[in-house]
C-alpha cells in the first residue's frame, strides 16, 4: 500500500479510538457525595454487602420493626451520578411510617468502587442482583421496587427480565436511554442528538447489544404488575415527555407533583402520600 493509504488508515484509527474515549467519558458518572447516611436515622438496620456477578454492592436494609410477613418489602433504587443517600429522601419518611426498606448503591457508585464506565445495562443487572438477594431472604414477602430517574428505568427492564417484583414506582424515570442521553448533553449546550448517533456504535460493544432491548418505553408493555408513575413538574433532567410516552405504553396515568424538580420530588409530602397509597393497594 502507498504512504498515503497507510497515513489515512492511521488517521482513522486515531479518529475511533479518540470517539471511542469520548464515548466512554459520556457513561462515566459524575458522583455526587453521600448527603444523610442510615445511621443517621435512628431506626435499626443491617449494613449489607450484595454481589451482582463480579462487583460487591454496597446496602443498607432498615427495618424499623419486626418484620411483618404481609407487608411488601420496599427496595428503592438511585438513578445517575446519584447514591442510596439521594433516594433516602423518601426512603428515610417510609422507613419512619413503618416499612422495611433496603437501598443499595449501583456499581461505581456511593460507598462501592469506583467504574471506567457504568451503563443502564449496569444499573438493571445490580437491581435484578439485589431483587434475588430480597426474595431470596423474605421468600414469603411481596417486593415493590421504588425506582427514580435511571434506577426507574433499571426497574422497568428488571420487572421486563423476571426479576421477581410485585409492584413497580417510578420516580422522573426516563422513557428512552439514548433520549434522555441526547437530550442532556444538548442542554450542556453541545450537539446532543449527532453525538449519540456517533457513539452509539461504541456503547453497543460496552453494553453487550443495541438499546432496542433497553428502552423502557418498550418494554414496559411486557409488564403485568402494578404500577405507579410520578412526575416533577419542573424536571428539567427528565422531561415530562418522558412520563407521557411511558404512560402511554403502559395504558396508565401518570401523577404530576407541582412545582417539583427532578430531585427534589424525592421529599415532597405528595410522592410520599402516592407512594405509601400504592404500598396499601399492592
Known amino acids: 500500500m502507498s504512504l498515503t493509504v497507510w497515513i489515512l488508515l492511521g488517521a482513522t484509527v486515531l479518529i475511533l479510538i479518540g470517539i471511542d474515549r469520548l464515548s466512554r467519558r459520556v457513561i462515566q458518572p459524575a458522583l455526587l457525595p453521600v448527603e444523610r447516611t442510615v445511621p443517621e436515622l435512628g431506626l435499626a438496620h443491617e449494613d449489607l454487602r450484595i454481589q451482582s456477578g463480579d462487583h460487591e454492592l454496597a446496602a443498607w436494609l432498615i427495618q424499623p420493626h419486626e418484620s411483618q410477613p404481609f407487608e411488601p418489602l420496599v427496595l428503592v433504587a438511585h438513578g445517575w ?3 442510596y443517600s439521594t433516594v433516602l429522601r423518601l426512603a428515610g419518611p417510609l422507613a419512619e411510617t413503618g416499612h422495611d426498606v433496603l ?3 449501583v456499581r461505581g457508585h456511593g460507598r462501592n468502587a469506583p467504574e471506567p464506565y457504568v ?6 443487572d445490580d437491581l435484578m442482583a439485589v431483587t434475588r438477594y430480597a426474595a431470596t431472604r423474605f421468600p414469603d414477602r411481596q417486593l415493590v421496587v421504588i425506582g427514580h430517574s435511571m434506577g426507574g428505568a433499571a426497574g422497568v427492564l428488571a420487572a421486563a427480565e423476571g ?3 410485585d409492584g413497580l414506582v417510578l420516580v422522573a424515570a426516563p ?5 434522555v442521553t ?3 448533553l444538548t442542554d450542556k449546550g453541545l450537539p446532543g442528538h449527532f453525538l449519540v448517533n456517533v457513539f452509539r456504535p461504541f456503547w453497543w460493544r460496552r453494553i453487550g447489544s443495541t438499546f432496542r432491548p433497553l428502552t423502557p418505553s418498550r418494554r414496559i408493555r411486557e409488564l403485568d404488575i402494578p404500577l405507579l408513575l410520578i412526575q416533577p413538574e419542573h424536571d428539567m433532567r427528565v422531561a415530562r415527555e418522558h412520563a407521557v410516552r411511558l404512560a402511554e405504553a ?3 396515568e401518570y401523577r404530576l407533583i407541582p412545582d417539583r424538580e427532578h430531585t427534589d420530588v424525592l421529599g415532597d409530602p405528595l410522592t410520599l402520600r402516592f407512594v405509601l397509597e400504592f404500598l ?3
Request: charged share 30%.
Open 81 to 83: 451520578s446519584a447514591n
Open 103 to 105: 437501598l443499595f448503591d
Open 119 to 124: 451503563s443502564v445495562r449496569s444499573f438493571r
Open 163 to 165: 426479576a421477581p417484583i
Open 175 to 179: 422513557s428512552d436511554i439514548v433520549r
Open 182 to 184: 441526547a437530550e442532556y
Open 250 to 252: 403502559a395504558g396508565i
Open 280 to 282: 396499601e393497594d399492592v
